[in-house]
Nanobody, 126 residues
Framework: QVHLVESGGGLVQAGDSLTLSCAAS????????MGWFRQAPGKERDFVAA????????DYADSVKGRFTISGDIRKNIVYLQMNNLKPEDTAVYFC???????????????????WGPGTQVTVSS
């Protein structure tokens, strides 16, 4: 059973940086797509970024491209989301997710991800 736990959320000011971590266990993560999604109050869960360790590729939502960086430590089974120049509109609960079925193809669709962490709150004040 795949288990994901996020950490690193908090309250920051606009322009600050924050790094989220996702500790993963129970699976063969070198073959998975690992993604980050976020959900603001009253809104749908949106794609933020994803990484394919097996294909060494990454994808980002246009809203975070150039500010956020996804990376991973395959030996520790940890996925990171480095967030720079944070904006109030980045405020949301951030979820880590694993797609164990798509192989090399990175999907931006939450339905393609079959395991989820409980989420961590990120609040950016103006």
């Amino acid at each position: 059973q795949v288990h994901l736990v996020e950490s690193g959320g908090g309250l920051v000011q606009a322009g600050d940086s924050l790094t989220l971590s996702c500790a993963a266990s129970g699976g063969s993560f070198s073959t998975y797509i690992m993604g980050w999604f976020r959900q603001a109050p009253g809104k749908e869960r949106d794609f933020v970024a994803a990484i394919s360790w097996s294909g060494s590729s990454a994808d980002y939502a246009d809203s975070v491209k150039g500010r956020f960086t996804i990376s991973g430590d395959i030996r520790k089974n940890i996925v990171y989301l480095q967030m720079n120049n944070l904006k109030p509109e980045d405020t949301a609960v951030y979820f880590c997710a694993a797609d164990t079925r798509s192989g090399l193809s990175i999907s931006r669709t939450s339905n393609e991800y079959d395991y989820w962490g409980p989420g961590t709150q990120v609040t950016v004040s103006s």
